[in-house]
């Protein structure tokens, strides 16, 4: 294969490719290079991913699918456990705080874009460095909620409403 | 998508320039054919660009470098070596150029 071959090879995939939807267009790319020499075949790729929008997000598209399922299922169960537990004991407080920052964090991972590093000292001997989601969930679980008023020691204060005239 | 950008952080001042099998060695994908869609994905961002380098048959260093497969000829002077080369497909090299931090291009 000369270079003008591999010119002629490129603006044909090229070519067929762009006239083809977005989701269509990487399997006949990747179909037409298997018919190349082994050797141009990642090259080619290269080029013609760099020149054309491959776009191959159905794949990528599924599996935020599903982490948002999973995560908002995660969030409806914290939040049902929240309130159906009135005064949850340590274990039932750890599981619902867990399926809460769980969900949240599933969520926030799928929907922003961009990365959270995070480089934590729990004690003097203990330091935890994360990133992405991992990072998202140390912050959210250790510095949300924060502390709720103590309601019923104190009723006078706090949400309530009175229907006075 | 989200390893390979950290990988391939712009340096101050000075752009950065990476093939194929040395950002592997970096991000270490589950697979190649993955690894090139994202890098075609950031190229068509313009958060890096990608040059088409001829290599020296004599020295193995760049001959030249285009900006796409066009402008590549079929014979090319080698600055190197002092001598003419044809061009063959087995003598381009594609190559990621990562701009520094203060390209304001």
């Given at each position: 294969?000369t270079?003008?071959d591999?010119?002629?090879?490129f603006?044909?995939?090229?070519?067929?490719?762009?006239s083809?939807?977005?989701?269509?267009?990487?399997?006949?790319?990747?179909?037409?290079?298997?018919?190349?020499?082994?050797?141009?075949?990642e090259?080619?790729?290269?080029?013609?991913?760099?020149?054309?929008?491959?776009?191959?997000?159905?794949?990528?598209?599924?599996t935020?699918?599903?982490?948002?399922i999973?995560?908002?299922?995660?969030l409806i169960?914290g939040?049902?456990?929240?309130?159906?537990?009135?005064?949850?004991?340590?274990?039932?407080y750890?599981?619902?705080?867990?399926?809460?920052?769980?969900?949240?964090?599933?969520?926030a991972?799928a929907?922003?874009?961009?990365?959270?590093?995070?480089?934590?000292?729990a004690?003097?001997?203990?330091?935890?460095?994360?990133?992405?989601?991992?990072?998202?969930?140390?912050?959210?679980?250790?510095?949300?909620?924060?502390?709720?008023?103590?309601?019923?020691?104190?009723?006078?204060?706090?949400?309530?409403?009175?229907?006075?005239? | 998508?989200?390893?390979?950008?950290e990988?391939?952080?712009?340096?101050?001042?000075?752009k950065?320039?990476?093939?194929?099998?040395?950002?592997?060695?970096?991000?270490?994908p589950?697979?190649?054919?993955?690894l090139i869609l994202?890098?075609?994905?950031?190229?068509?961002?313009g958060?890096?660009?990608?040059?088409?380098?001829?290599?020296?048959?004599?020295?193995?260093?760049?001959?030249?470098?285009?900006n796409?497969?066009?402008?590549?000829?079929?014979?090319?002077?080698?600055?190197?070596?002092?001598?003419?080369m044809?061009v063959?497909?087995?003598?381009l090299?594609?190559?990621?150029?990562?701009?520094?931090?203060?390209?304001?291009?």
């Amino acid at each position: 294969m000369t270079t003008d071959d591999l010119k002629a090879e490129f603006n044909k995939i090229v070519a067929s490719s762009l006239s083809l939807p977005p989701a269509k267009r990487l399997d006949y790319v990747l179909g037409e290079l298997d018919k190349l020499p082994a050797e141009y075949r990642e090259f080619l790729l290269q080029l013609v991913s760099t020149t054309v929008a491959l776009a191959d997000d159905r794949t990528s598209m599924k599996t935020t699918r599903n982490q948002i399922i999973i995560s908002a299922i995660c969030l409806i169960v914290g939040t049902f456990l929240a309130f159906y537990f009135k005064t949850p004991t340590g274990i039932q407080y750890l599981f619902i705080r867990g399926f809460f920052v769980l969900g949240v964090v599933g969520i926030a991972v799928a929907i922003l874009v961009g990365t959270v590093n995070l480089k934590w000292s729990a004690t003097k001997s203990l330091a935890v460095t994360a990133t992405g989601g991992f990072a998202l969930f140390i912050l959210i679980y250790y510095l949300n909620p924060p502390q709720p008023p103590d309601l019923k020691s104190n009723p006078s204060q706090g949400n309530v409403q009175t229907n006075t005239p | 998508m989200h390893k390979i950008e950290e990988v391939l952080q712009p340096q101050p001042l000075r752009k950065t320039e990476y093939s194929l099998d040395r950002i592997c060695e970096l991000v270490e994908p589950r697979s190649r054919d993955e690894l090139i869609l994202a890098l075609g994905k950031l190229v068509q961002s313009g958060r890096m660009k990608r040059i088409i380098r001829v290599i020296s048959h004599a020295t193995q260093g760049g001959v030249a470098d285009f900006n796409s497969l066009e402008e590549v000829p079929r014979v090319i002077d080698d600055g190197r070596t002092g001598l003419s080369m044809e061009v063959t497909p087995n003598d381009l090299r594609l190559i990621y150029v990562v701009p520094p931090t203060n390209d304001n291009r």
